[in-house]
């Protein structure tokens, strides 16, 4: 069974996951809607996204051995839309647990995903699109797609078998396995 190295790209309408393979340099991507059309509303939509995703996931761990999941972590600056992107979100992490043990389990956060692309954590959409398809000829569908890519190649790069191309890559790796510990505001 193939190593796979997986990235998850959620939104508020749909969920892009993509599994690397990089001993045959080759990738899936699946892109799910979960438009209010497609998936309901309220607990249904909830619902409906927890058991298509586990039902996905159930099936990347049946198709090979999952090394590593990279996902998106949460735009915390962001003031639409919140809760709702916060319910998906929370959903899709259940999903993950009940099919992968957590040490497996990475949240990467947006700029982060942008700078081991692009080098940069302030690249635009179209730019990180393009740079997935020149720096490694993956032809992703969209911008969730590219991202998952992306997802999927750091993923890789976490386990020590793969080493990352290009120094702001080695730089992103290491902001994720040593993370800084999270700044204390003084109270005034």
């Not at 080759?26 to 619902?47: C, I, M, N, W, Y």
């Not at 929370?90 to 990475?106: C, D, E, N, S, T």
Request: aromatic share 10%; charged share 20%.
């Amino acid at each position: 069974m193939p190593n796979l190295y997986v990235g998850i790209d959620q939104s508020y309408t749909g969920c892009a996951v993509v599994s690397y393979n990089p001993a045959a340099d080759s990738a899936v991507e699946h892109v799910f809607d979960f438009s209010s059309g497609k998936a309901g509303t309220g607990p249904q939509r909830l619902g409906h996204v927890h058991h298509i995703l586990r039902e996905h996931f159930q099936a990347l761990r049946a198709a090979g051995t999952v090394r590593q999941v990279c996902f998106e972590g949460y735009a915390y600056g962001k003031a639409y839309r919140r809760e709702e992107l916060g319910e998906l979100g929370g959903v899709m992490r259940l999903a993950l647990i009940q099919v992968f043990p957590p040490h497996l389990l990475h949240a990467v956060a947006p700029a982060t995903v942008k700078k081991f692309v692009t080098g940069s954590g302030r690249a635009e959409k179209e730019k990180i699109l393009l740079s997935v398809y020149m720096r490694w000829k993956f032809e992703a569908s969209g911008h969730d797609a590219a991202d998952a890519y992306v997802l999927a190649r750091i993923a890789a790069c976490l386990d020590s078998t793969h080493l990352p191309e290009l120094k702001f890559q080695a730089e992103v790796i290491d902001s994720i396995l040593n993370p800084k510990p999270p700044r204390v505001r003084a109270r005034s």
